[in-house]
């Protein structure tokens, strides 16, 4: 590089001109210990759902593959400057065979969440939040949809079905974007994340919260795991 350009390109960074690109987040959410049984859910209230489902079905509070854990809403809990706008993809949450698809749901505040019912039975969607204002939607034919939004961040929260006990989903609720779940292995990735030091936040339906640190460089990213311990 010329001597010239050089200067150049040190009065930029110096002035704050060339940003760092951004990078990822990316890592595994872990477990130790017992892995408890599945809860066996019977469906013998409803005939429809007993069709769907004759067999029942299992609902497994530890889900995962080679230590890992599935379903853990992981996100940036540091404040990161700057506004972000809602995505405007919705979110479907599904009723199908007499259960909600998926089972954890995270999505940004303003960002669309489509309630879905794919079952030939009536369904209800009972939403019970903190902070934002709930809802309770009865879709009592197969194709309905509707949808809602929600307004503040909230952390976790569980969904319902008041006609089928045993359905149950979670939702959580963010100002940015920078969140997603764990797959079945426990594994991860958060795009787009600016350079900076920040703290990680995992959460679990059934478990405690966690949290964990991780250091993000431009071009390179950062790592984490956070491993919860079960007794």
Known sequence: MRPTAFLALAALLAAGSVQAQPARISGRILFKGVVPEPT??????????????PNGAERRQIDGANGGLAGVIVSIKTPVKGAFA??????????????????????????????????ETLHNVHSRPVVNTGFNVGQPRKGMETEKKFD???????????????????????DHPFFTITREDGSFEIPNVPPGEYEIEAQHPTLKTMT????????????????????
């Open 152 to 174: 503040k961040a909230e952390t976790i929260f569980p969904v319902s079905c008041d006609i089928h006990p045993w359905m149950r989903s979670y939702i959580a609720v963010f």
């Open 40 to 53: 066996k859910i019977r469906m013998a209230s409803d005939p429809r759902c007993m069709q769907a489902s």
């Open 86 to 119: 809602p995505q405007t993809t919705p979110v479907v949450l599904d009723q199908q065979g007499c259960m909600y698809t998926p089972s954890v749901i995270a999505l940004q505040v303003g960002q669309p969440l489509k309630l879905r019912n794919s079952d």
């Open 212 to 231: 964990g640190k991780v250091v993000v460089k431009a071009g390179a990213g950062g790592k984490v795991e956070i491993t919860y311990t079960l007794k």
